[in-house]
């Protein structure tokens, strides 16, 4: 009976699987084979198991890095002044540069016995995101090296010799490394790389050496133009066959000192106003021996799954901890200043086009701060989570933007003259750095997070294509056979499920214990977990292959799969918080609003469907009543924008790792008028009963001649009244700071 099954059934099928299913190039598939599903393949269950993630608890700092927070890093953010680095000086200072090597903060990740702080990925995020809310520039110079640079990769793949040599230089600072991938020719396509090495001999230190004669150009290069150590990728050839009969041994990386002749350093890059070292390099005929390549000979061929190893990793730490500091700072000090900011006789934070931003920015700092930390947790259990490090990478920067952007028409004129005073421009400029790199979020969104996801996280597609893809067609057969009715009876659950939670709302669906009223909020993840994994199956069934190149309905697939994940690491940290009562409307609107841009996603995929009556039935079977969750309503929106407007526990929570400013800076001015805004409140109110709104001296002395407040009260008035006035001021200059710095053709070697 098996063998009929398989002849009549199971081959006819394996050949339309061969058809229909999206080929995968060999760059695709070391991606997909980087790292490890883990969460998200839950999310794509269709039924997730959440004591999986709840019984994870929140991540936590030992001794020594809560002290190295306290103490190195607190430090390094009063050293810093943003605004000298980035307009006058163009550079970070030689004294932080020596702060940083002596309290090795280029070593986090290194272990202790290579001289690093071997600090947890909690740690090494807390890190960066504290110093970013200081500064871009020095979070930038920091993060670099701890998480995609030379340092990671040694420590994964290194050799022994290698790892005792470069480690102990890179924790100290002696050696400062960069990463050379990118080129003109091939930015995201590392496949169209075209800087190559060709396998040769030649004399070195006065023998005849086995190695490689390299040719390559390398621009955006972050810590380039000052570093010691390249890590260089390159494609590697060998056309005289001194290794074997193989000709294109494919993606190599290897450890270059940048002195080698050969090297050229090129002048720096100005990434959007950024003063972090960035610039382009090049290298004609240099001759690297085999035992530069890291983890040596063995490792030929193997760089690109090297690298996206690394980058499973590292993207959920780098860019998020930048972008989740950010976040944390817009509002913070948006919801100071507009407290203190009145227009029209009352605080801009009353009026409602206003409280709707801020509540969007608090959402935001919640929900970055969340996914942050969950997956940093993730991190510090050993896990490589690739696809949730790339939705992070792209939703943390995404939410990054919009956070910013609102924060900036909030502040208006503050935000936009630039000077010492302005704790948001910078910021701003930043923006499109980090949407930039790391992998462009056009491409991250539209082919990665879904593209891979649905791959990966699926119980048996992957191998189905394998099976597919086997060689030998009778033992791919017999193992296609054995998964097809495993594959059938997850079909038959998913359909079930997913179609009687869409009908009836989630209503029915279940939730973890212990949860309390945040148990309608899982109700409703399942229903959608449920949806996402019935709309996947379909679509792959019926698009097949195709589905690969309809990157509009796979980066919206891929935005449901990521408002998912958020949402599911919203819910584990008001969890882990104690489940506050206070923080109760962030959690409403964060919820409300992810579920929201579900709903929009789904739609979207449905209306835009190729085959339009496989979209109409999708929409008939799982959301046949059409958008049944609202945004977050008014009243929500005018909760959580309090919640930042007055101090509060909350409020300290959620921006907790903010750097507050050394005295006389601008965010330190706006934050000291904002609390003695709200202590001086009262007597405020006595002043409005009189009909004396004005916060200057004629309304004071008018207050104190009409007896509304006494001698002491007016005193505490005028302060409030001086810092305020302080607070709102931008700076000004008697003619433009020097921003000439010396240019030259990137592609001429100066």
Not at 584 to 603: C, D, K, Q, T, Y
């Amino acid at each position: 009976m098996s063998s009929l099954r398989q002849k009549w059934i199971t081959a006819p099928l394996l050949n339309w699987i061969k058809k229909v299913l999206p080929p995968i190039s060999d760059t695709e598939r070391e991606a997909m084979e980087a790292g490890e599903v883990w969460w998200d393949a839950q999310l794509l269950s269709g039924k997730p198991d959440w004591d999986q993630l709840l019984d994870m608890g929140p991540p936590e700092l030992t001794e020594a890095e809560q002290a190295f927070v306290d103490g190195p890093v607190e430090e390094l953010c009063q050293m810093v002044d943003d605004w000298k680095i980035s307009y006058e000086d163009h550079d970070i200072s030689p004294e932080i540069w020596e702060f940083l090597k002596k309290n090795r903060f280029f070593g986090i990740i290194i272990p202790e016995e290579f001289g690093g702080l071997g600090f947890s990925p909690t740690a090494h995020a807390q890190i960066v995101t504290k110093i970013s809310t200081r500064s871009t520039s020095v979070g930038v110079t920091v993060m670099v090296p701890n998480s995609l640079g030379p340092g990671e990769l040694l420590m994964a793949h290194g050799t022994d010799e290698q790892k005792k040599h470069y480690l102990p230089r890179l924790a100290d600072g002696r050696d400062i490394p960069c990463f050379g991938l990118t080129s003109p020719e091939a930015g995201s396509d590392a496949a169209a790389m075209v800087d190559a090495g060709v396998v040769c001999y030649q004399e070195y230190n006065g023998e005849k050496t086995l190695g490689m004669r390299v040719n390559w150009h390398k621009r955006y290069i972050t810590l380039g133009p000052v570093a010691t150590v390249l890590g260089l990728a390159f494609k590697l050839y060998d056309p005289d066959h001194i290794l074997g009969d193989t000709e294109e041994l494919g993606i190599t990386v290897a450890l270059v000192p940048t002195d080698t002749p050969g090297v050229t350093i090129g002048q720096r890059h100005i990434p959007a106003m950024q003063a972090f070292m960035n610039g382009p390099n090049w290298g004609k005929d240099v001759f690297i021996p085999m035992d530069w390549i890291i983890g040596g000979q063995e490792n030929i061929g193997h760089g690109w799954h090297m690298l996206m190893s690394a980058l499973a990793a590292g993207r959920g730490i780098s860019l998020p901890s930048l972008s989740t500091g950010g976040a944390k700072l817009a509002a913070r000090t948006t919801g100071a200043y507009s407290h203190i900011r009145e227009q029209f006789g009352i605080p801009i934070g009353k009026f409602e086009g206003v409280q709707r931003r801020l509540a969007e920015i608090a959402s935001i700092a919640y929900v970055l701060d969340s996914a942050h930390k969950t997956t940093t947790r993730a991190l510090d259990k050993g896990l490589k989570p690739a696809v949730v490090s790339a939705i992070m990478k792209a939703h943390a920067t995404f939410g990054l933007r919009q956070a910013v952007n609102d924060a900036m028409d909030i502040h208006a004129g503050k935000a936009i003259i630039d000077g010492p005073l302005n704790y948001l421009g910078n910021v701003y400029r930043a923006v499109p750095v980090a949407i930039t790199v790391e992998g462009a979020n056009i491409l991250t969104r539209s082919l990665m997070i879904f593209g891979q996801g649905a791959i990966r996280c699926h119980p048996y597609l992957l191998q189905e294509m394998e099976a597919a893809t086997n060689p030998d067609k009778d033992q791919g057969v017999k193992e296609l056979d054995a998964l097809l009715p495993k594959h059938a009876f997850f079909q038959l659950k998913t359909f079930c499920r997913a179609v009687f939670h869409g009908w009836t709302g989630g209503l029915f669906a279940s939730s973890p214990r212990g949860v309390g009223e945040a148990a309608k909020y899982y109700r409703q993840m399942n229903r959608y977990s449920a949806v996402l994994t019935l709309v996947t199956e379909i679509s792959l069934l019926s698009l097949g292959g195709e589905l690969k190149r309809k990157e509009m309905i796979s980066a919206r697939l891929g935005d449901v799969l990521s408002e998912l994940y958020l949402m599911s690491s919203t819910l584990k940290r008001f969890k882990d918080d104690g489940s506050p009562q206070q923080d109760r409307p962030l959690l409403e609107f964060a919820m409300r609003a992810g579920f929201h841009n579900i709903e929009v996603s789904l739609i979207e995929v449905f209306h835009n469907f190729p085959i339009r009556f496989v979209g109409q039935l999708m929409h008939f079977l799982t959301m046949p009543w059409g958008h049944s969750i609202r945004a977050a309503s008014d009243r929500q929106a005018r909760a959580c924008a309090n919640l930042i407007m007055v101090p509060s526990e909350t409020r300290d929570r959620l921006t907790k790792g903010v750097f507050p400013g050394n005295s006389g800076d601008g965010i330190d001015i706006v934050e000291q008028a904002f609390l003695s805004s709200h202590e001086t409140e009262a007597i405020r109110e006595k002043m409005k009963k009189g009909g004396l709104r004005a916060l200057n001296d004629n309304a004071i002395d008018q207050a104190l001649s009409d007896k509304l407040i006494s001698e002491e009260e007016a005193e505490k008035i005028r302060k409030t009244s001086e810092l305020v006035n302080k607070a709102i001021q931008v700076d000004h200059f008697e003619s433009l700071p020097s921003m000439s710095p010396e240019r030259g053709s990137e592609d001429t070697l100066q």
